[in-house]
């Protein structure tokens, strides 16, 4: 099984640390996109979008970072990352939801602004959009903080996919400066997920 990866990308971070924990092996095959290798026409015929993760089994290609998180821990057999029961599965499905629809999108707006824009060809920043991520984060950052203040872990009351998911968007909180300094819980929490293994091991700086 090979998965198609950038160390910098928030997005396959999160397919790979579900790999480690869950101890599946997976080939990690690079792709530069500093360097434009996602509009290569052999990746482009992988996925279409031109977008890492990409999950390889076989004849089968699977795309969206959730989406491979789930695959990965079905492949797997039972785990308590990624629980069988419907009603556990369901309230751990609803934070992977939540960081595809919600977090990483608001994450992405200061992501690109502070970060890529300056990786890719020195554009400043528009601080329109600036603006616009700092209130999408805002929120997004008070709803974890709120809910981390009662729970240690965000579904089931121990590490599943969802801390997973949520949490690797974090991995730029410094660079794009993200709103994250004054909620206590959601550091906390944040400091316990770079506790993990699998996540020194996806450090881009390794
Ligand atoms: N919804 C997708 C988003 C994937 C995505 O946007 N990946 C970024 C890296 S974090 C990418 O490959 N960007 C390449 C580009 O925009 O050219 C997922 O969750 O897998």
Same mark, same amino acid.
């Given at each position: 099984?090979?998965?198609?990866?950038?160390?910098?990308? %928030?997005?396959?971070? =999160?397919?790979?640390?579900?790999?480690?924990?869950?101890?599946?092996?997976?080939? @990690?095959?690079? $792709?530069?996109?500093?360097?434009?290798?996602?509009?290569?026409?052999?990746?482009?015929?992988?996925?279409?979008?031109?977008?890492?993760?990409?999950?390889?089994?076989?004849?089968? $290609?699977? !795309?969206? %970072?959730? #989406?491979?998180?789930?695959?990965?821990?079905?492949?797997?057999?039972?785990?308590?990352?990624?629980?069988?029961?419907?009603?556990?599965?369901? &309230?751990?499905?609803?934070?992977?939801?939540? %960081?595809?629809?919600?977090?990483?999108?608001?994450?992405?707006?200061?992501?690109? @602004?502070?970060?890529?824009?300056?990786?890719?060809?020195?554009?400043?920043?528009?601080?329109?959009?600036?603006?616009?991520?700092?209130?999408? $984060?805002?929120?997004?950052? =008070?709803?974890?903080?709120?809910?981390?203040?009662?729970? @240690?872990?965000? #579904?089931?009351?121990?590490?599943?996919?969802?801390?997973?998911?949520?949490? !690797?968007?974090?991995?730029?909180?410094?660079?794009?400066?993200?709103?994250?300094? &004054?909620? =206590?819980?959601?550091?906390?929490?944040?400091?316990?997920?770079?506790?993990?293994?699998?996540?020194?091991?996806?450090?881009?700086? =390794?």
């Amino acid at each position: 099984m090979r998965l198609y990866h950038f160390p910098l990308s %928030s997005n396959a971070r =999160r397919a790979r640390m579900t790999a480690l924990q869950l101890g599946v092996p997976v080939e @990690e095959v690079v $792709v530069d996109l500093s360097k434009g290798q996602q509009r290569t026409p052999e990746f482009l015929a992988l996925n279409p979008a031109g977008r890492v993760p990409v999950l390889v089994d076989g004849d089968f $290609v699977l !795309t969206e %970072s959730h #989406a491979i998180m789930a695959y990965l821990a079905d492949l797997s057999g039972p785990t308590p990352l990624y629980p069988a029961e419907r009603k556990e599965r369901a &309230d751990v499905n609803r934070w992977l939801f939540w %960081s595809a629809h919600h977090f990483t999108p608001a994450v992405s707006v200061l992501n690109w @602004e502070r970060l890529v824009k300056g990786l890719i060809g020195g554009q400043p920043a528009d601080p329109k959009e600036e603006e616009r991520g700092e209130r999408l $984060v805002t929120e997004c950052a =008070r709803l974890l903080d709120d809910h981390l203040a009662k729970n @240690e872990w965000l #579904a089931q009351g121990r590490l599943t996919l969802a801390d997973i998911a949520v949490a !690797t968007p974090l991995m730029s909180t410094v660079p794009a400066r993200l709103p994250v300094d &004054d909620r =206590r819980h959601l550091r906390a929490w944040f400091g316990r997920i770079q506790e993990l293994e699998s996540w020194k091991k996806t450090n881009p700086a =390794r």
